[in-house]
């Protein structure tokens, strides 16, 4: 989450290709959407490209985007033209006391890479919400990285672009490298640009162990596939609340 953000090269085939807000929609309408009135608001963290910020607007919630890539937010302001999104970093944003809800989706906060610095998100997002406001996110489990970051590599090619993708995870450092080459048609030539996401896999213990650390008072794990019934094995929903 450095800047320049290492999402800027990929923001165009993420908002192409890899945005689909609708399959994480159901926790947010089991677990966000009745705890709202409309016209609350809403802190959409990692926001990316904009497509949940989109839907919420759509529910009739106040809603604000942060994300460290300027060029993931010039596609989200177009997605979401009634959101605010702001360029900041998880790690350090200050909005004291001013959301109902903060939702942080496509494991987004597996890209902080040490429990010291997710307990530093948490600590930010409990201070960003008014009491009893609600937290949820998801992340993946090793599992999920051992399925889907399994060092093989998968391409997709259009008339004017195309990329490959190589993901990778070491299970001794639970860590995960997603690399990607993304070449495009300019004037004739192909262009390529590369790309490097780093992520980690939290255990389950650290994340409520943090949770608790920064003084939400209620904690709960839900799996995507074995509790709420999602196609997304490898996949953990983690619901919060401010005292």
């Given at each position: 989450?450095?800047?320049p953000?290492?999402?800027d090269?990929?923001?165009?085939?993420?908002?192409?290709?890899?945005a689909q807000?609708e399959?994480?929609?159901?926790p947010?309408d089991?677990?966000?959407?009745p705890?709202?009135?409309?016209?609350?608001?809403?802190?959409d963290?990692?926001?990316?490209?904009g497509?949940?910020?989109?839907m919420?607007?759509?529910?009739g919630f106040?809603?604000t985007?942060?994300?460290?890539?300027?060029?993931m937010?010039v596609?989200?302001?177009?997605?979401a033209?009634?959101?605010?999104?702001?360029?900041g970093?998880?790690?350090?944003?200050?909005?004291p006391g001013r959301?109902?809800?903060?939702?942080s989706?496509?494991?987004?906060?597996?890209?902080i890479l040490?429990?010291q610095?997710?307990?530093?998100?948490?600590?930010?997002?409990h201070d960003?919400?008014?009491?009893?406001?609600?937290f949820l996110f998801?992340l993946?489990?090793?599992e999920?990285?051992?399925?889907r970051w399994?060092?093989?590599s998968?391409?997709?090619v259009?008339?004017?672009h195309a990329?490959i993708?190589?993901p990778s995870?070491?299970?001794e450092?639970?860590?995960?490298?997603?690399?990607?080459?993304?070449f495009?048609?300019n004037n004739?030539?192909w262009?390529r640009?590369?790309?490097t996401l780093?992520a980690?896999c939290h255990s389950?213990?650290?994340?409520?162990?943090?949770?608790?650390a920064?003084?939400?008072?209620?904690r709960?794990?839900?799996?995507?596939?074995?509790?709420?019934?999602?196609e997304?094995p490898?996949r953990?929903f983690?619901f919060?609340?401010?005292?």
């Amino acid at each position: 989450m450095a800047t320049p953000s290492s999402y800027d090269p990929l923001a165009f085939i993420y908002n192409t290709h890899w945005a689909q807000p609708e399959r994480l929609m159901l926790p947010l309408d089991r677990f966000i959407l009745p705890e709202l009135d409309p016209g609350d608001q809403i802190l959409d963290l990692c926001c990316g490209t904009g497509q949940t910020a989109a839907m919420l607007s759509e529910h009739g919630f106040e809603v604000t985007g942060i994300d460290g890539s300027e060029s993931m937010l010039v596609f989200a302001r177009e997605n979401a033209p009634d959101a605010v999104f702001v360029t900041g970093d998880a790690r350090a944003f200050s909005m004291p006391g001013r959301f109902k809800a903060v939702v942080s989706q496509y494991d987004s906060l597996n890209h902080i890479l040490s429990v010291q610095e997710l307990l530093t998100v948490f600590r930010n997002v409990h201070d960003a919400l008014v009491s009893g406001g609600v937290f949820l996110f998801d992340l993946n489990t090793e599992e999920g990285y051992l399925q889907r970051w399994r060092a093989t590599s998968i391409g997709h090619v259009e008339d004017d672009h195309a990329y490959i993708t190589h993901p990778s995870y070491d299970r001794e450092t639970r860590t995960g490298s997603y690399n990607v080459a993304m070449f495009f048609l300019n004037n004739g030539v192909w262009e390529r640009t590369d790309a490097t996401l780093l992520a980690r896999c939290h255990s389950e213990e650290e994340v409520l162990d943090s949770l608790s650390a920064a003084g939400f008072s209620e904690r709960k794990v839900y799996g995507a596939e074995s509790d709420l019934g999602m196609e997304a094995p490898g996949r953990n929903f983690y619901f919060a609340r401010k005292a």
